[in-house]
């Protein structure tokens, strides 16, 4: 029933391991001589009821007679046995036992039996354990490595020697640097030593892992890695699962590229930038090097003609590379056996596995011949460009020395994306340059998607007039600042047209410009007001007794409001644009009456700030006087319907921008103004997002800023952070302390970003400046801009605050993806 086994194990887990295990001895007739307490404990009997009786009249019940005997005739023929026996306990009742039985010989050739046994469930629950591990290693199809602590390899199993095709024996006692190649071998080494000094297991890390004896070969890993420890804690190593998801990988980023190719090809009516767009495309993701030849006549806007192979003319090349034959702007000659040719007059994808560059598909001099050969190109693939039946070139992806060839997959999906490109290309081939200029402007008129901001939730409508050609000067915007801060922005040029559409585009960049300066609302009002003096004067001098554009100019309203979550403190300003509307959560709703101010453009005349404070889950409505004026004029009667559509503040905001567009506006009847609706519920920042405290300006007062923004990230769990911010704080309030007076206030924000403010009392602003090598100061603010993601100053009436934003970590950023409009 077995073979012969060792008795005792140093294994804690093994049942039988000294300690856990029953053990007895029996003489050579079968007599019970040796008696442990672990075999008292498991069967009842005490040494004094066992010792000296025979072990099958005591311990085996008459039923099981016949299966012990089987036992020990296999134990006499092999001097051994390892197996599950039924025993009798003292009660009466049979308990399931695994044994190991062997031989030991005494003095004058006497012969005792030792025995050894467990529970059979634990025994049965090793055994499996053991074929588990067994099974590991030789027949998993994961694969398997173990690393000592050292960071040397003790083990792979027979997977990962299948897939590497290296020896199950040849990374032992090595270092991944020793077999992987170095950019690779560098993050495996550091996940090891993560893994087995923090002891923090990691789970699915895609990591690329190419071999020193097949480098070329691209080979993903999908790695979880865990730290072994013994029953008494010591750390044992390392043990990590591979998984090979190359072709997953690749699937993947075939299907990237896919998506890529949609948001990136076709961004303009240009011809040639359609294609740089197409080659940059293509040889980021999926190929070495990517030419893009079009026919002439359609790099003129003509239609080209059918059947002709060319001329081509080379109009873009990623990455640029000047061993390739022919650069951007050349003419491509070709011979009817060149790949490019055959593509062109078969209409069909070419895909060439394994070639070399061949000179004479060209007329190329010699010096151009040994050029392109030094490329190593061993790969290629020739798509048609195909649009509406018409050829306009043809697309060339080459690789190159150490990339793997090409495969259909890879063929499919150049294919897919030169298809698109090949549409956008007879698009901006047909367009004429004012149709382009059009639909480039209507794209850049208003934001396309509502940010999901920590201070508002908003959602908008924009409705454009029916008047042709459509295009107008209402337009919104919705602008985030720094301390967590919101910018809400309603406008309207009067008019409509391509000029009111270019003045509404002016303005909207003007403000957004203005806002990154975070000057107070009534401030950007003013400075817009000079910006549109000057616009209008600009306009006027070129009308040429053309007056419509500079009285569309000067027709120009706005509002500009800021909210902050922190204070809930809403400042707004309005230069001759419609009062806001507020619905506060307990159901009122207020037309605010703050100062109107002058339409912009006026100059001269002063703009006032107006300032409230918005409980959490009010509703701030902006518009255009397009929304009151649509469906009777009456203005009085609007303002009511609008009160009374958003006097439930808790509805959903897209269901309230629905009601509104209904009450105010037509259904069968389009408005013959612009309409821009703006609706944002307040949000405030949770007291446990922000952190504040008032710092003596002292010579210590660094250091201090130091522990208490290092101990408020290890509170957040930002810890990842923790270094940056420490400097940040400690370089800002250092500035403080030598070039301010006052207390300084340190201020920590937490939201989809970490925001680091630093406040005092004085109105200079710092500068970032090139310090030379022969100043000993002067560099804090430069390394302040290069660790963070942005950094900027704004003024009070009380000083300044300089702040700074840094991203979270992946696995502390919630914030939520931008929902369209």
């Known amino acids: 029933m077995g073979t012969p086994s060792m008795l005792f194990s140093e294994s804690p887990d093994d049942p039988f391991a000294l300690g856990r295990g029953a053990s007895a001895v029996l003489d050579d007739h079968g007599t019970v001589v040796g008696w442990s307490t672990r075999a008292q404990e498991l069967l009842g009997y005490s040494a004094k009821e066992v010792i000296g009786r025979a072990w099958q009249d005591l311990l085996i019940d008459a039923r099981d007679l016949p299966v012990a005997r089987s036992a020990v005739v296999d134990a006499m023929r092999t001097g051994g046995w390892f197996g599950v026996l039924p025993v009798r306990h003292r009660e009466g009742r049979r308990v399931e036992m695994g044994f190991r039985a062997r031989a030991v010989t005494r003095d004058g050739d006497s012969q005792e039996w030792l025995l050894v ?80 000094e923090t002891g923090e297991p990691l789970i699915f890390t895609e990591q690329s892992a190419r071999t020193r004896h097949d480098p070329g070969r691209e080979r993903m890993v999908s790695v979880s890695a865990f730290r072994m420890e013994d029953s008494a804690g010591r750390v044992l190593g390392v043990a990590e699962t591979v998984e090979d998801v190359t072709q997953r990988y690749r699937a993947r980023r075939r299907l990237t590229l896919l998506n890529e ?88 994808t070419i895909l060439e596995r394994l070639l070399s560059l061949r000179p004479e598909w060209y007329a190329m001099d010699r010096r151009r011949v040994e050029v392109a050969l030094g490329l190593g190109v061993h790969s290629l693939i020739v798509v048609p460009l195909v649009a509406r039946g018409l050829v306009l070139g043809v697309v060339s992806l080459w690789r190159a020395r150490h990339s793997e060839p090409f495969e259909d997959d890879d063929a499919t999906v150049a294919q897919e994306f030169s298809s698109r490109a090949a549409v956008c290309i007879d698009n901006a081939r047909r367009f004429t340059q004012q149709q382009s200029a059009a639909l480039t402007l209507q ?77 107070e609302p009534v401030e950007v009002v003013a400075r817009l007001d000079d910006l549109v ?96 004026e649509a469906r009777s004029g009456d203005v009085d009667a609007a303002v009511e319907n609008l009160r009374e559509c958003l006097a439930h503040s808790a509805d959903p905001l ?73 400097l940040v704080a400690s370089e ?40 030379l090598s022969t100043d000993e100061g002067g560099r804090g603010l430069f390394l302040v801009a290069q660790l963070t993601e942005r950094w900027g100053t704004r003024y009070t009436h009380d000083g300044k605050t300089v702040w700074t934003e840094q991203p979270l970590p992946p696995a502390a950023d919630h914030e939520q993806p931008p929902r369209a409009c």
């Not at 602590?149 to 991944?176: F, L, M, T, W």
């Not at 209402?474 to 910018?487: K, M, N, Q, T, Y």
């Not at 306009?539 to 922190?566: F, H, I, K």
């Open 654 to 726: 897209d269901h309230t921008c629905h009601a509104v567009v209904d009450a105010l506006l037509s259904v069968d009847h389009v408005p013959t103004d612009d309409v821009a609706l703006l609706i944002a519920r307040t949000r405030v920042l949770a007291p446990e997002n922000v952190a504040s405290w008032e710092l003596p300006l002292e010579a210590t007062a660094a250091a201090r800023a130091r522990e208490l923004a290092t101990a408020k990230l290890a509170e957040w769990g930002l810890t990842e952070l923790a270094f940056t911010t420490e």
């Open 732 to 771: 800002l309030v250092t500035n403080t302390y030598r070039y301010a007076a006052g207390p300084v206030t340190l201020r920590l924000i937490r939201t989809h970003c970490l925001t680091c403010e630093v406040s005092d009392t004085s109105h200079t602003s710092p500068h970032l400046r090139r310090a």
């Open 443 to 519: 794209r850049s008129l208003l934001p396309s998607v509502a940010p999901d901001l920590p201070a508002v939730e908003v959602a908008c409508r924009y409705l454009p007039a029916s008047c042709e050609p459509g295009i107008g000067g209402d337009w919104f915007d919705v602008i985030p600042l720094s301390g967590a801060r919101v910018a809400l922005v309603v406008g309207d040029v009067v008019g409509h047209g391509i000029h009111a559409a270019a003045s509404m585009g002016r303005l909207r960049a003007a403000v957004r410009t203005l806002a990154s300066l975070d000057l």
């Open 261 to 348: 190719a949609s948001a990136r090809i076709g961004t303009s009516l240009d011809v040639t930038q359609t294609a740089r767009e197409l080659a940059e495309v293509a040889s980021h993701g999926l190929a070495d090097y990517c030419s893009v030849d079009l026919l002439k006549a359609v790099t003129h806007g003509d239609e080209p003609h059918q059947g002709v192979a060319g001329p081509l003319l080379r109009v873009a090349l990623s990455p640029p590379e000047h061993r390739v034959p022919f650069q951007e702007g050349e003419v491509v000659p070709l011979l009817p056996e060149s790949p490019q040719a055959r593509c062109l007059a078969e209409r069909r």
């Open 533 to 628: 003096g000057l616009l209008a004067t600009e306009l006027e001098a070129n009308a040429d007794g053309n007056r419509s554009a500079a009285e569309q100019v000067l027709g120009a309203t706005c509002l500009y409001a800021v909210y902050d979550p922190v204070s809930r403190r809403c400042s707004l300003a309005r230069a001759g644009h419609p009062a806001p509307v507020v619905s506060t959560p307990d159901g009122q709703v207020t037309l605010l009456d703050m100062p109107a101010g002058p339409p912009l453009g006026l100059g001269g005349l002063p703009f006032e700030t107006y300032d409230l404070d918005l409980p959490e889950g009010s509703l701030l409505t902006l518009y255009t006087d397009g929304l009151l």
């Open 117 to 196: 046994g467990a529970p059979a469930a634990d025994v049965i629950a090793w055994q499996r354990d053991r074929a588990l591990l067994d099974g590991l290693y030789h027949r998993s199809p994961i694969g398997l490595a173990t690393y000592g602590p050292d960071r040397r390899v003790i083990r792979i199993n027979r997977a990962i020697a299948k897939a590497s095709g290296v020896p199950a024996e040849a990374p032992v006692g090595r270092r991944p640097s020793e077999f992987m190649v170095d950019e690779d071998a560098g993050p495996a080494e550091e996940r090891v030593r993560h893994v087995l």
